[in-house]
């Protein structure tokens, strides 16, 4: 898998052996705190992320709802949206870098941590 490297219409072999593909499935991964611990810090930065964002997203709509004594300018807008999902990326990426490498999306996890 690795490339030549072409110098002058030559190529020249590599200088490097590729490491052989890691399984799929490793049965040792499940014994490891390291795996559960992602798992754990995946699950509730996710769950975090959706539940602020979401509860924004319905708070802004029944706030800005006139048919039920909402106000039309109230509420935080979509500018505020904007930031409440920004702002939970940046929040939880930041705290869930040093465990599960920062990620949000837990398949990116599961694939770094058994790869």
């Not at 999306?105 to 694939?111: E, H, I, K, L």
Request: proline content about 4%.
């Amino acid at each position: 898998m690795g490339k030549d490297i072409e110098v002058g219409g030559e190529f020249r072999a590599k200088d490097y052996q590729d490491p052989p593909p890691a399984p799929l499935i490793d049965a040792e991964e499940l014994t490891q705190w390291s795996l559960y611990r992602a798992v754990i810090a995946e699950f509730i930065a996710t769950l975090l992320f959706l539940y602020i964002t979401v509860l924004t997203v319905i708070g802004y709509k029944s706030q800005t709802d006139v048919s039920k004594n909402g106000d039309g300018c109230g509420g935080v807008g979509i500018l505020g949206i904007a930031w409440a999902f920004g702002g939970m990326i940046f929040v939880l990426v930041y705290c869930t870098a040093g465990i599960s490498g920062g990620h949000i999306n837990p398949a990116v996890t599961f694939r770094f941590v058994s790869g």
